[in-house]
């Protein structure tokens, strides 16, 4: 074997990833350390405490009331109401231009709300 081989190991030997093979069998040959056992005060006033069996909010034995829950989200409420508010105020934008656009170029005036508006136009 040539230096530059030898020199190529040996940086990929350093530098590479390796396979994992050593960490593993140092890993597994030491042992994994045992759970410090649990002492229990012995005593008539000790009782067993057992949890609840674990059980799925899925599986209910009464069916949901429909009426009782909300089926759309407030926000997505609050958006549509801030859409509708949005629209609402971009006609009547759009009719005060075209109030203007009426009365300044060709003498048409729709606001009746105007007092006096009837006699000028």
Known sequence: MSIIHALLRWTLGVFAPGTGRR???TRSAAPAPAPAPV???EGRGTRVVRLP???SPYGLPEPLDGASTVPVRPYVLAAERA???RECEQ???TRRRLT???AA???IDLDRHVIGAERVA
Do not use: I, S, T, Y
Request: charged content about 30%; overall charge positive; glycine content about 4%.
């Open 23 to 25: 960490r593993a069998a």
């Open 39 to 41: 002492h229990l005060p």
């Open 53 to 55: 069996a674990p059980r």
């Open 83 to 85: 859409h509708r508010e």
């Open 91 to 93: 006609a009547r934008q």
């Open 100 to 102: 203007l656009v009426l």
């Open 105 to 107: 170029d060709f003498g």
